[in-house]
């Protein structure tokens, strides 16, 4: 695709690196590049769906689409009046946080509260940036409905779609996220192709791409997906305790109301949320050849360092006590087949 309207993001030098990069080079997407693609939506619109997959999906290519869902019923629809009618009786697990506003996932510093989304919606915005009552944070709320269909979930289904492209990946989940403002998300990378879509508020994205990964001190926690790092906030990096981030070059995307970014398995980002913010993501499998890939890669190329060590004996511990190849094994013959099923209705032409 040709577009006279894409633009790139800003990025950040950096000094110069004195270790040995990783060789990313033979793993089967893109995952290198320090800029990230931004699209109108008007060219996201006149794309196909094989087209779109070809240009950013298969090749890895982050990409910002501004405006991409004005079109949603739900930037008209979803004020908290109209979400506490139509799910306030629901379920949902609220993230908290102190005056810090880092919100963990993965660690023993999560602090979580079950409650109903009426409750939320009673309480969250009371606790703005700055306060020093505990930050509310709606995160993960599940729109799809259980088990491999791609249905969404009544009432709120008919208020978003999913992304163009996504026909050739597997759905894993479509979350909804809230909060007040002010939240920050620590650095992560999630093993999944990422879209999410900015309802109302702003995300700020500070992205680093999967070749840095030696330069983040990652920490791998008992699952495939949680690989977080020992940097608390990498907007205040401690260099003399973590001298390697120096080497760091992030990318920052700003996304607002109306807005959409992609964002490839395996890049790191830290988000920032502004303003009441509502948004919506949209969880696809990654290429199946990839999740063991990336991480034996990964893994083996650290440096011989104390805590390079240590994530070397973590993994191999991890693989050995959960049998995860033989369950990828098995996880991708399954994908594969199904995603074929789901090509057929779509694909014309040799993707």
Avoid at 23 to 47: R, W
Wanted: charged share 25%; net charge neutral.
């Amino acid at each position: 695709m040709a577009s006279n309207g894409m633009q790139q993001m800003r990025g950040e030098t950096a000094a110069e690196d004195p270790h040995k990069k990783m060789d990313f080079a033979q793993l089967p997407m893109g995952f290198k590049g320090t800029t990230v693609t931004e699209i109108s939506a008007a060219d996201y619109h006149n794309m196909t769906s094989v087209e779109f997959f070809k240009e950013f999906i298969r090749p890895g290519k982050p990409v910002k689409i501004k405006g991409g869902i004005n079109h949603w019923r739900a930037r008209r629809q979803w004020t908290d009046e109209y979400l506490r009618q139509k799910i306030g009786h629901e379920q949902c697990e609220i993230i908290l946080s102190d005056n810090s506003q880092v919100f963990y996932f993965y660690s023993e510093k999560k602090k979580v509260k079950q409650t109903t989304v009426k409750d939320f919606l009673a309480t969250y915005m009371t606790s703005t940036s700055g306060s020093k009552s505990t930050s509310q944070y709606l995160t993960q709320h599940a729109l799809k409905a259980s088990g491999k269909t791609t249905r969404l979930k009544s009432p709120l289904g008919g208020d978003i779609e999913y992304p163009k492209g996504t026909e050739f990946l597997d759905v894993d989940a479509v979350n909804l996220w809230m909060g007040p403002g002010g939240q920050v998300t620590p650095v992560h990378f999630d093993n999944n192709e990422n879209f999410m879509c900015m309802v109302d508020g702003w995300k700020t994205f500070r992205l680093y791409e999967p070749s840095m990964s030696n330069y983040i001190y990652p920490v791998m926690h008992n699952t495939r997906t949680g690989v977080t790092s020992r940097i608390a906030n990498l907007s205040e990096t401690d260099f003399k305790n973590y001298p390697l981030s120096a080497n760091l070059k992030p990318v920052f995307v700003d996304i607002g109301p109306g807005d959409m970014l992609y964002l490839p398995a395996y890049w790191w980002h830290q988000v920032t949320s502004k303003d009441r913010n509502a948004a919506v993501n949209f969880w696809f499998r990654s290429h199946s050849q990839l999740v063991d890939t990336i991480y034996e890669s990964w893994i083996q190329g650290l440096p011989q360092t104390k805590w390079g060590l240590k994530m070397h004996a973590e993994y191999e511990r991890y693989v050995e006590e959960t049998g995860i190849k033989d369950e990828l094994d098995v996880e991708n013959e399954e994908a594969e087949k199904d995603s074929e099923r789901r090509r057929r209705g779509l694909r014309r032409t040799e993707l």
